[in-house]
């Protein structure tokens, strides 16, 4: 009778012992290898046990660089929002997203487009009006509000001479929040000239703070009501 390996494999799940009680066969056994050397049992248990012991070292490694750049990203966050919060004009808020957010994040190119339907001087730097049809339905920039959840990737070169103007060449990705706190404040855009620094598989959490934290305090300088 043909014994089948599914069935060497039963028995043998079966009878976790079968080895120790045939000592002489475990030594005997030769496994063939990538390499085209075959080795023992043992020797071939050892490396798959190295292997595995390799692999859960890189994972390990790989968690605590994560917990690192997220301790280093909660940090900067808790800062640029304490700063945000201190801030008492629009002035004030110019200075700290260059400081805190363009510098400390080292995003080169930042630009926060606020609804003219409030006053917004068009003579502060990173802070510029933007007429309110374009925020709306229809509008050029109505892709950035309506998700507003922060987008983050690669744009068109439209789209992005809609949210940079001139330095929108020097883009090559980008992410945009949504600045929404009972009005469409308007928008906060992110731009780098490299391509991986945004992009769209990765957490938006620190970007959804900033996002929140800024949507807050824009009520107050921009002199508006809730």
């Known amino acids: 009778m043909k014994i089948k390996a599914e069935q060497v494999v039963t028995y043998l799940q079966d009878h976790v012992k079968f080895f120790n009680d045939h000592p002489k066969l475990a030594r005997e056994l030769k496994i063939p290898t990538d390499s085209g050397v075959a080795v023992s049992?043992?020797?071939?248990?050892?490396?798959?046990?190295?292997?595995?012991?390799?692999l859960l070292e890189r994972e390990n490694d790989h968690m605590i660089e994560t917990a690192r750049i997220n301790s280093v990203l909660f940090e900067k966050t808790r800062t640029l929002v304490l700063s945000l919060l201190n801030a008492s004009d629009l002035?004030?808020?110019?200075?700290?997203?260059?400081?805190k957010l363009a510098n400390g994040f080292d995003i080169p190119i930042l630009r926060l487009l606020l609804s003219d339907q409030f006053n917004v001087p068009n003579s502060i730097a990173l802070i510029e009006p933007i007429k309110a049809q374009e925020l709306k339905e229809g509008g050029n920039l109505a892709y950035a509000i309506a998700d507003k959840e922060p987008w983050v990737g690669r744009l068109t070169a439209d789209r992005r001479k809609q949210l940079f103007g001139k330095e929108s060449k020097a883009i090559?990705?980008?992410?945009?929040?949504?600045?929404?706190?009972?009005?469409?404040?308007?928008?906060?855009?992110?731009?780098?000239?490299?391509?991986?620094?945004f992009q769209s598989s990765q957490d938006t959490l620190f970007l959804e703070h900033i996002?929140?934290?800024l949507a807050m305090i824009l009520p107050r300088l921009l002199?508006?009501?809730d």
Do not use: M, W
Request: with cysteine; glycine share 8%.
């Open 91 to 99: 002035d004030d808020l110019s200075v700290v997203l260059d400081e």
């Open 41 to 54: 049992l043992v020797e071939f248990q050892l490396r798959k046990l190295r292997e595995h012991i390799q």
């Open 172 to 197: 090559e990705s980008c992410a945009t929040l949504a600045l929404i706190r009972g009005h469409t404040y308007g928008l906060l855009a992110l731009g780098h000239p490299d391509a991986t620094h």
């Open 223 to 225: 002199n508006q009501d």
């Open 211 to 213: 996002g929140e934290a």
